[in-house]
């Protein structure tokens, strides 16, 4: 690397891992994303830290589980106060006194009140997008940059993917001679599926196809225009998704999707990472990781500086992408909500914690915790927890410690109450 990288996280909204041709998708046409992951290194046992919208948010810039700091109760409603304190440590807080130019694109769902709006409170220099997501109201489209004043004007539903993405490669154009940190968070695939009428559509999969084929056409764009700016190989770009996919979109072979606990694909995203010279190309790796991870690995690549006592439940992944090292942890814990749902360790998965109707089943309850061997069952349909009674009594003891550190965590905060509004939005 011949300079800082620059850094490019896109974040899809609701995309599920088997979306992608590159993680096995065979039905939506994502030819760019497909060949970034050719250029680059694909992550295929990679988690996000929630399994809905603003919790896992929250764990991708603070590095930190969101419950933690109020925020793993379901996702932040219009009638909320709640939002990511502006005490916590942020990726582009850990990136600006590298030097780091720093813009949020897109949407951000972390708190529209008070201070926790807008997120130039959190490090951002420049915010150009939507304060949640895009199925909810009242909806503006908001720009804030440096000491300017917050504007707001009327959202272009159809070309949002398109603006965000054009947005992302003006501010690279703009600051090509420094260092610069771009979170684009898209508000697709998410419901409502609003397409553009300038794309013809015709994707085998429906208008759900036709959204996600857009975003990958857009990925595409943008790294030709980073590769026409001389910046292709000083930039990291990264896609991933903020958790599983909800009523479409593959999960691939995992169990569950969205919103759902215990079982991978509510949790299992892709995630893909390119910087030609860098980062190797053409490698995938099962190193277990997490979008927790990113904040002490950016800060890591790019010089950045973490908070001094502050403690991260991520870990610095920069020798597993760049020199093919095995996973830093030990395990990952799954949330639902506020409580520990399962542990992923590399060879195995324990669920404690699953839905089934409208019951939250706490399989502890019943001595009935599922243990699955993913090398062999990535499906996690067969448990053999009597086959390995020594893997489950470790588990159960790792779990135990894992719920007596963070469940009692909510009681730091005044109780949540269920806003009306969310029976109808539940995200």
């Known amino acids: 690397m011949s300079r800082k990288p620059n850094i490019i996280v896109i974040l899809a909204d609701d995309l599920g891992y088997g979306d992608l041709g590159c993680d096995g998708g065979t039905i939506i046409r994502t030819p760019h994303l497909d060949r970034m992951a050719a250029e680059g290194t694909r992550f295929s046992d990679f988690y996000a830290s929630a399994n809905l919208c603003t919790p896992s948010r929250a764990g991708l810039l603070t590095g930190r589980y ?22 916590e440590w942020t990726i582009p807080k850990a990136l600006k006194p ?45 720009e804030k940059e440096g000491d300017a004043p917050l504007t707001e004007g009327p959202v272009d539903f159809p070309k949002l993917t398109e603006a965000f993405f054009r947005e992302t490669a003006a501010f690279a154009e703009a600051n090509q001679d420094r260092p610069f940190f771009v979170l684009l968070a898209l508000t697709a695939p998410h419901v409502p599926l609003v397409r553009n009428d300038d794309a013809a559509w015709d994707s085998p999969a429906g208008a759900y196809g036709d959204v996600v084929e857009e975003i990958d056409r857009n990925v595409g764009r943008l790294l030709d225009r980073l590769k026409a700016l001389g910046l292709d190989e000083d930039t990291l770009v990264i896609f991933t998704s903020d958790n599983g996919p909800w009523f479409e979109g593959s999960s691939g072979l995992f169990r569950d999707r969205k919103g759902q606990s215990g ?54 992944i920069s020798e597993t992408l760049l020199r093919g090292a095995p996973s830093p942890h030990a395990q990952i814990l799954l949330f639902d909500n506020t409580k520990v749902a399962a ?79 969310a029976d109808w939005h539940p995200d």
């Open 343 to 421: 542990i992923r360790t590399q060879d195995w998965k324990f669920v404690t914690r699953v839905h089934t109707r409208a019951w939250h089943v706490n399989l502890g309850r019943f001595n009935y915790p599922l243990l699955f061997d993913v090398k062999r069952d990535p499906g996690e349909n067969y448990s053999v927890a009597s086959l390995h009674p020594e893997v489950v009594a470790e588990l159960k003891v790792r779990h135990k410690a894992a719920r007596e550190k963070y469940e009692p965590m909510v009681d730091l905060f005044p109780p949540w109450e269920r806003p009306a509004i």
């Open 66 to 87: 969101a419950v933690r700091m109020n925020l793993a109760h379901e996702v932040i409603q219009s009638p909320e106060s709640r939002g990511l304190p502006t005490t």
């Open 263 to 316: 079982f991978d694909g509510g949790y299992r995203v892709p995630f893909i990472v390119r910087q030609p010279g860098a980062v190797p190309a053409g490698v995938t790796t099962d190193a277990i990781a997490s979008n927790l991870d990113l904040l002490p690995t950016l800060a890591r690549l790019a010089g950045g500086i973490l908070a001094d006592g502050t403690e991260l439940d991520g870990a610095d």
């Open 98 to 142: 590298a030097g780091y130019a720093t813009a949020l694109i897109g949407k951000w769902h972390l708190g529209h009140k008070g201070e926790y709006w807008p997120p130039t409170q959190h490090g951002f220099d420049v915010f150009k997008g939507l304060p949640y997501s895009h199925d909810m109201q009242p909806l503006a489209y908001y």
